[in-house]
């Protein structure tokens, strides 16, 4: 764990609103100059506590107004590997999310989709062939709420 002072916890505070932040604009928002919010910027990327900048889509302006979680409990762990599942569940482009939990089910899926009748599809024709999967559970996403992270 890398020792953050103030000043780097505001920066990623910044940073997770908006990625597009200039080192300026970032540096203005601080109090320091461009240069130095430049260099801690840099450090926190090279150190990996700044993983990446992302483009966050509104899907429902996309078309895409239907989001459900699916628990997934693999039949047969035996007969499918895990690898196997996770390589052909993350083909499917509706997919947007796969995570190997533990507890109930031994994945936990995110699926967007323009509407019931297309979750439908993609879960009788795309997600219940998949090789190896048992049980399933869906839970329609009604509303989400963005919180902010552990630096609050």
């Given at each position: 764990m890398t020792d953050l002072d103030d000043t780097d916890r505001a920066i990623l505070?910044?940073?997770a609103?908006?990625?597009?932040?200039?080192a300026a604009q970032v540096g203005r928002s601080v109090g320091i100059g461009?240069?130095?919010a430049w260099r801690r910027i840099?450090?926190?990327?090279?150190?990996?506590?700044?993983?990446?900048?992302?483009?966050?889509?509104?899907?429902a302006?996309?078309?895409?107004?239907?989001?459900?979680f699916l628990g997934i409990r693999l039949a047969a762990k035996g007969r499918t590997s895990l690898e196997d599942?996770?390589?052909?569940?993350t083909a499917i482009p509706e997919v947007q999310l796969?995570?190997?939990?533990?507890?109930?089910?031994?994945?936990?899926l995110r699926i967007t989709a323009r509407d019931i009748t297309d979750f439908e599809r993609i879960l009788r024709r795309r997600i219940m062939t998949l090789p190896g999967v048992g049980q399933v559970e869906a839970n329609v996403m009604l509303s989400e709420e963005r919180r902010p992270g552990p630096l609050g």
């Open positions: 505070r910044i940073l609103q908006d990625a597009t932040q200039s461009q240069p130095a840099k450090r926190l990327t090279d150190q990996g506590i700044i993983a990446g900048r992302r483009v966050r889509l509104d899907n302006a996309l078309g895409f107004g239907v989001t459900v599942f996770e390589r052909v569940v796969v995570q190997h939990v533990l507890g109930q089910f031994d994945y936990r």
